[in-house]
T-cell receptor, first 110, second 112 residues
Framework: GEDVEQSLFLSVREGDSSVINCTYT??????LYWYKQEPGAGLQLLTY?????DMKQDQRLTVLLNKKDKHLSLRIADTQTGDSAIYFC??????????FGKGTKLSVKP | SQTIHQWPATLVQPVGSPLSLECTVE??????LYWYRQAAGRGLQLLFY??????ISSEVPQNLSASRPQDRQFILSSKKLLLSDSGFYLC???????????FGQGTRLTVV
């Protein structure tokens, strides 16, 4: 079945780069997404990548897609304490639905 | 173990008909519950969230309402559907402690 996996925790120091990884199973996914959830708030779409792209950069965010290995990553450059949140990877499934990973909690230490 | 059930998976309803989508959670108590919608070509939009029984917060004005009659039950409703209500509806829960969240399978609603 369709599944999205990501590690649950990541801890980095302020100013370092953060890399959050995700693997997915549905090779027919059209879009792959990264969402952010801050404490007490709903999900916020950070960025997305079309499945025929390898990379997308948006300010401090870089998304890399390895379609062969079904691996997606989100790199946050110059990580700040305000980046502390849970980051969710999601794929657009074959039925037009969204399938989410369980989320990676990013902790940024000063 | 903790699970979340959302149904139905797909739904086709005529304009003007009522709507009721149900979401139930197992294996936890007093979860935060969320209803999201993804319209075509857009990201997820938070519709409602609830921190307890009978406590519903609405993020956007719309044709929909939500209720939480029991601790682990969250219902999304409409009295009269509009064409613009078509989309993918997703229920989710978390513990409110800043750890992982859990998502339902989603409901693909098509209003015709």
């Amino acid at each position: 079945g369709e599944d999205v996996e990501q590690s649950l925790f990541l801890s980095v120091r302020e100013g370092d780069s953060s890399v959050i990884n995700c693997t997915y199973t549905d090779s027919s996914s059209t879009y792959l997404y990264w969402y952010k959830q801050e404490p007490g708030a709903g999900l916020q779409l950070l960025t997305y990548i079309f499945s025929n792209m390898d990379m997308k950069q948006d300010q401090r965010l870089t998304v890399l897609l390895n379609k062969k290995d079904k691996h997606l990553s989100l790199r946050i450059a110059d990580t700040q304490t305000g980046d502390s949140a849970i980051y969710f990877c999601a794929e657009g499934g074959s039925q037009g639905n969204l399938i989410f990973g369980k989320g990676t909690k990013l902790s940024v230490k000063p | 173990s903790q699970t979340i059930h959302q149904w139905p998976a797909t739904l086709v309803q005529p304009v003007g008909s009522p709507l009721s989508l149900e979401c139930t959670v197992e294996g936890t108590s007093n979860p935060n519950l969320y209803w999201y919608r993804q319209a075509a070509g857009r990201g997820l939009q938070l519709l409602f969230y609830s921190v307890g029984i009978g406590q519903i917060s609405s993020e956007v004005p719309q044709n929909l309402s939500a209720s939480r009659p029991q601790d682990r039950q969250f219902i999304l409703s409409s009295k009269k559907l509009l064409l613009s209500d078509s989309g993918f509806y997703l229920c989710a829960w978390d513990t409110g402690t800043g750890t992982e969240a859990f998502f339902g399978q989603g409901t693909r609603l098509t209003v015709v």
